[in-house]
């Protein structure tokens, strides 16, 4: 049985979904519903497994040799040696 019920939203979420869903050519409530089985869903795997984080670079091996994280003394020098490098090639 269909139910009707009454939802108040904020009229910018409303007119992002109702976008989405003129985009994707279906009806809002067709996305609202999907949207509500999905956050209702018990066997849902991002329940169990801990969050995602997205990938910041797909370099591997480390730092550079001789750098050490825990020198920010070092680290800071180094910086502003990089920066005087740069500056000068504008020049």
Same mark, same amino acid.
């Given at each position: ?5 009454? *939802?108040?939203? /904020? ?6 979904? &109702? ?5 994707? %050519?279906?009806?809002?409530?067709? +996305?609202?519903? =999907? %949207? +509500? &089985?999905? *956050?209702?869903? =018990?066997n849902r795997q991002?329940?169990?497994? !801990? /969050?995602?984080? /997205?990938? *910041? !670079?797909?370099?591997?091996? %480390? ?6 994280? !825990?020198?920010?003394? =070092? ?5 502003? +040696?990089?920066? +005087? ?7």
């Open positions: 049985m269909t139910e009707r019920t009454t *939802v108040r939203l /904020p009229d910018e979420l409303l007119n992002r979904a &109702r976008r989405k869903a003129a985009a994707e %050519g279906r009806t809002l409530t067709s +996305l609202m519903e =999907e %949207g +509500l &089985r999905w *956050v209702v869903c =018990e991002a329940d169990n497994a !801990s /969050p995602r984080l /997205p990938r *910041v !670079s797909a370099a591997t091996g %480390g730092t550079m040799p001789g750098v050490d994280l !825990s020198d920010t003394a =070092e680290l800071q020098e180094a910086e502003d +040696l990089d920066y +005087l490098r740069r500056s000068r090639r504008r020049q």
